[in-house]
């Protein structure tokens, strides 16, 4: 079995610029994959496992704050895993709603 199928929620293509906040400051990086709880960083720049970090992305014209922590990743590569924690329901509901409208194009 791949890691991508033992993912709980499919991840949606994306390319999105973003400011990530961590341990090592605040850099401007990709976010290439997205789900409902979780994203992924393109990037050279890493952050160890368990490092929380806040990422602020523009999706669907909206800018939107998410927290979370850096998870290990079992592929190899460029970038790192975002595992999102105590996101707001408004968030919660923005992300959800920006995700459904962009797999639906």
Known sequence: MSYAEKRRYPRLPVLVECQVEGASGRATMRLTDLS???CF???????PPGTQVSLVATLGGTEV????RVVPMQQS???FGIEFTDLDDATQKQLEAYIQQASSV
């Open 41 to 47: 960083v393109d990037t050279t720049m890493t952050f």
């Open 36 to 38: 409902p709880k979780g």
């Open 77 to 79: 590569g460029y970038g």
């Open 65 to 68: 704050r998410l927290s979370g």
